[in-house]
């Protein structure tokens, strides 16, 4: 059974930095690219950043650089580093796991999500 397991969110303020993290459990193979997506209520999930298995790195343009992916292949940990935060980056952030990890919504596996929030 696979399990993609967040943490790491919380509640900050603007310009603070957080790390989420995702440890992913049950992948048969190792050659999966992991992603981080995030929600707010009320509107569409949308693309935040993808790793692939070979380490290549994908994110969304509105982030101007703010974010970083990386994992740790040994802990089948990813993670999300997030700098100068701003309120529109609130959301539930999402972990995801696929062979592809693109920057669609099509991803094989989901984690149940962890809230940032942003204040002002």
């Known amino acids: 059974q696979v399990q993609l397991v967040e943490s790491g969110g919380g509640s900050v303020q603007t310009g603070d930095s957080l790390r989420l993290s995702c440890a992913a459990s049950?992948?048969?193979?190792?050659?999966?690219?992991m992603g981080w997506f995030r929600q707010v209520a009320g509107k569409e999930r949308e693309f935040v950043a993808s790793?692939?298995?070979?380490?290549?790195?994908y994110y969304a343009d509105s982030l101007n650089g703010r974010f970083t992916i990386s994992r740790d292949y040994a802990k089948n940990t990813v993670y999300l580093q997030m700098n100068s935060l701003k309120p529109e980056d609130t959301a539930v952030y999402y972990c995801?796991?696929?062979?592809?990890?693109?920057?669609?919504?099509?991803?094989?596996?989901w984690g149940q999500g962890t809230q940032v929030t942003v204040s002002s």
């Open positions: 995801a796991a696929d062979r592809l990890a693109t920057k669609t919504l099509h991803y094989d596996y």
């Open positions: 049950g992948l048969r193979d190792s050659d999966y690219g």
């Open positions: 790793i692939t298995w070979a380490g290549t790195t």
